[in-house]
T-cell receptor
Framework: GAVVSQHPSWVICKSGTSVKIECRSL??????MFWYRQFPKQSLMLMAT?????????EQGVEKDKFLINHASLTLSTLTVTSAHPEDSSFYIC????????????FGPGTRLTVT | GENVEQHPSTLSVQEGDSAVIKCTYS??????FPWYKQELGKGPQLIID?????GEKKDQRIAVTLNKTAKHFSLHITETQPEDSAVYFC?????????FGAGTILRVKS
């Protein structure tokens, strides 16, 4: 149980284009999903928290107009990187919290974004 | 805000030996402390966790201890195996958000 999927697993896009990443909880309902960013050989940094049916809460320093987050259902959240630039290249990981458990976060496999 | 420090940054052990990774946190409001294992190119996998009302928890070869007074928590892996080689992250949860340590690269030599 507690499986989280992400799609795509990797994507290459040209500078100036937008990319959408999907995060799904496969076998549980997630009232809260989180988006993280991880640079090579570094730790995970929380970008934003999204609750189903409401606006995402962004961490300090994260541009909400650049990283659009939508949490349309209890099993799906999307992150759209708008007008991507090479410095946005990173490993993006989502996590989801089971509505039945207030503590555990289950992570997806991550999406490697490369902006050329 | 919360700050989590993790040591050591790298740890090499011989197969069969024990490995210990330590973390400290700053915010006394933190109440949940998970440990994650991350293999190259993959997302973090929850391996064990502990809540603030518990001092120790064990799951087969893995155990976690928590000292709330000192704001320390540690991961103990016994009888290490080559497949334990990975990056391990501790985290502390405050106000339902996870703050991660910098990570420990564990290498188990056979």
């Amino acid at each position: 149980g507690a499986v989280v999927s992400q799609h795509p697993s990797w994507v290459i896009c040209k500078s100036g284009t937008s990319v959408k990443i999907e995060c799904r909880s496969l076998d549980f309902q997630a009232t809260t999903m989180f988006w993280y960013r991880q640079f090579p050989k570094q730790s995970l940094m929380l970008m934003a928290t999204s609750n189903e049916g409401s606006k995402a809460t962004y961490e300090q320093g994260v541009e909400k107009d650049k990283f659009l987050i939508n949490h349309a259902s209890l099993t799906l959240s999307t992150l759209t990187v708008t007008s991507a630039h090479p410095e946005d290249s990173s490993f993006y990981i989502c996590s989801a919290r089971d509505r039945a458990s207030p503590y555990e976060q289950y992570f997806g496999p991550g999406t490697r974004l490369t902006v050329t | 805000g919360e700050n989590v420090e993790q040591h050591p940054s790298t740890l090499s052990v011989q197969e069969g030996d024990s490995a210990v990774i330590k973390c400290t946190y700053s915010d006394s409001a933190s109440n949940y402390f998970p440990w994650y294992k991350q293999e190259l190119g993959k997302g973090p996998q929850l391996i064990i966790d502990i809540r603030s009302n518990v001092g120790e928890k064990k799951d087969q070869r893995i155990a976690v201890t928590l000292n709330k007074t000192a704001k320390h928590f540690s991961l103990h892996i016994t009888e290490t195996q080559p497949e334990d080689s990975a990056v391990y992250f501790c985290a502390a949860s405050v106000w339902n958000k996870l703050v991660f340590g910098a990570g420990t690269i564990l290498r188990v030599k056979s």
